[in-house]
């Protein structure tokens, strides 16, 4: 069998070492199977404490995905055993990508993401956490959850709210992709480096006179990456997001969601990535973007552990509703791309069914969760 994450130790000029997790599943698009996160979530922790280990670089095999999200097949299969009910399966899923992400966030030493080619959902997750997380010119990053019956979760509720001009609400209602100098833009990603650059910038790590501080190791690492991106940044794509400021700004102004929905799918514009981010939002899942919408306001004030806490709740119980595994079915599995959606518009969306989704299945003391950010 091989490895799903391949593990390595890269030995430095000076006697220190830089670690390598590589999510080793191209076929998949690196997708993040649970097998993955329980080899990586121990071996992180590992790292952070071994005193030789002075950066980590987390990397998917393969040119065409860094990680293109969870692993969506292996969740259908739960949900359908246990159709309409509660899951644990989900619920042991969830709870660990989030554990996951949340170490990545808060790891001590400078961690390296390399976001070449597809990240997405689970996979931006991961990669939004790093310190020092570097997009590439094949980048292509979304949360296209609204197409699978899901909402932006991995931290989405933290993150999304903390891009300028409403651009986390845009993406999160349509799942828009986009590219690496719309990452750098949004917060997303801190440096653009051509892919060609990976090797020699490898080997240059090798170089660095590592210190024991992981404080002066964060500024070296730094001063590297931004001396490579200066040898890139002419190759950099042009950046949507700046380009329709102005008018995402315009339709994600009105104070709720029925409006800004109808501002969306009714602005004139030519461009073709606006057009596909509007056609998404039209075939996506109404109670996914009701959902999306009220995480970003219940999620604006919040620590980024209790963004996740709130995430879990919402994710077991997407489990179990029922339009997260007809969204996967129609996608993935039948391929038919006719979801058979619970309601056919916003205004159709249950409030009782939003507040459902928001009541916690658990007390704050049994929270799987609980622990999160607390030393």
């Given at each position: 069998m091989t490895q799903v994450v391949i593990f390595q130790e890269l030995n430095c000029d000076n006697g220190k070492k830089i670690a390598v997790a590589t999510l080793n599943s191209p076929?998949?698009?690196?997708?993040?199977?649970?097998?993955?996160?329980?080899?990586?979530?121990?071996?992180?922790?590992?790292?952070?404490?071994?005193?030789?280990?002075?950066?980590?670089?987390?990397?998917?095999?393969g040119e065409k995905a860094f990680c293109a999200g969870g692993d969506i097949v292996h969740m259908y299969n739960e949900m359908k055993t246990h159709q309409g009910e509660f899951s644990p399966g989900i619920e042991e899923y969830f709870t660990k990508e989030y554990q996951l992400d949340y170490l990545i966030h808060s790891y001590s030493k400078?961690?390296?993401?390399w976001g070449n080619g597809i990240v997405m959902g689970g996979g931006l997750g991961m990669m939004v956490g790093g310190s020092h997380r570097v997009v590439t010119e094949n980048s292509r990053i979304a949360m296209p959850e609204i197409?699978?019956?899901?909402?932006?979760?991995?931290?989405?509720?933290?993150?999304?709210?903390?891009m300028p001009d409403n651009c986390g609400?845009?993406?999160?209602?349509?799942?828009?992709?986009i590219n690496a100098s719309d990452a750098k833009y949004c917060g997303l990603a801190d440096y653009f480096v051509e892919n060609n650059h990976k090797e020699t910038?490898?080997?240059?790590?090798?170089?660095?006179?590592?210190?024991?501080?992981n404080e002066i190791n964060h500024e070296l690492l730094s001063k590297l990456l931004m001396n490579f991106e200066q040898d890139s940044i002419s190759c950099a794509p042009q950046t949507k997001l700046i380009a329709h400021k102005n008018l995402i700004e315009q339709i994600t102004s009105a104070n709720n969601l029925n409006d800004i929905v109808a501002d969306i799918l009714s602005a004139q514009c030519e461009d073709k990535w606006f057009t596909r981010a509007q056609k998404s939002l039209k075939h996506g899942s109404a109670l996914s973007a009701s959902l999306a919408y009220q995480q970003l306001q219940?999620?604006?004030?919040?620590?980024?552990?209790?963004?996740?806490?709130?995430?879990?709740?919402?994710?077991?119980?997407?489990?179990?509703?029922?339009?997260?595994?007809?969204?996967?079915?129609?996608?993935l599995i039948d391929k038919d791309n006719s979801p058979k959606w619970r309601f056919d518009s916003i205004s159709a969306v249950n409030k009782k069914v939003i507040d459902w989704f928001f009541e916690s299945k658990w007390s704050q003391e049994q929270h799987p969760l609980v622990a999160l950010g607390k030393k």
């Amino acid at each position: 069998m091989t490895q799903v994450v391949i593990f390595q130790e890269l030995n430095c000029d000076n006697g220190k070492k830089i670690a390598v997790a590589t999510l080793n599943s191209p076929r998949s698009l690196n997708a993040l199977s649970a097998e993955m996160i329980d080899l990586l979530y121990p071996q992180l922790q590992k790292w952070q404490s071994q005193a030789d280990i002075v950066a980590v670089l987390l990397q998917g095999e393969g040119e065409k995905a860094f990680c293109a999200g969870g692993d969506i097949v292996h969740m259908y299969n739960e949900m359908k055993t246990h159709q309409g009910e509660f899951s644990p399966g989900i619920e042991e899923y969830f709870t660990k990508e989030y554990q996951l992400d949340y170490l990545i966030h808060s790891y001590s030493k400078p961690f390296i993401v390399w976001g070449n080619g597809i990240v997405m959902g689970g996979g931006l997750g991961m990669m939004v956490g790093g310190s020092h997380r570097v997009v590439t010119e094949n980048s292509r990053i979304a949360m296209p959850e609204i197409s699978i019956g899901l909402y932006p979760d991995v931290g989405g509720s933290y993150f999304l709210n903390r891009m300028p001009d409403n651009c986390g609400l845009f993406l999160g209602l349509t799942g828009a992709s986009i590219n690496a100098s719309d990452a750098k833009y949004c917060g997303l990603a801190d440096y653009f480096v051509e892919n060609n650059h990976k090797e020699t910038l490898v080997d240059q790590l090798k170089l660095i006179d590592w210190q024991m501080s992981n404080e002066i190791n964060h500024e070296l690492l730094s001063k590297l990456l931004m001396n490579f991106e200066q040898d890139s940044i002419s190759c950099a794509p042009q950046t949507k997001l700046i380009a329709h400021k102005n008018l995402i700004e315009q339709i994600t102004s009105a104070n709720n969601l029925n409006d800004i929905v109808a501002d969306i799918l009714s602005a004139q514009c030519e461009d073709k990535w606006f057009t596909r981010a509007q056609k998404s939002l039209k075939h996506g899942s109404a109670l996914s973007a009701s959902l999306a919408y009220q995480q970003l306001q219940q999620g604006a004030s919040l620590s980024l552990a209790d963004c996740f806490r709130m995430e879990l709740n919402l994710s077991v119980k997407s489990g179990q509703f029922g339009e997260f595994v007809e969204g996967v079915r129609a996608l993935l599995i039948d391929k038919d791309n006719s979801p058979k959606w619970r309601f056919d518009s916003i205004s159709a969306v249950n409030k009782k069914v939003i507040d459902w989704f928001f009541e916690s299945k658990w007390s704050q003391e049994q929270h799987p969760l609980v622990a999160l950010g607390k030393k």
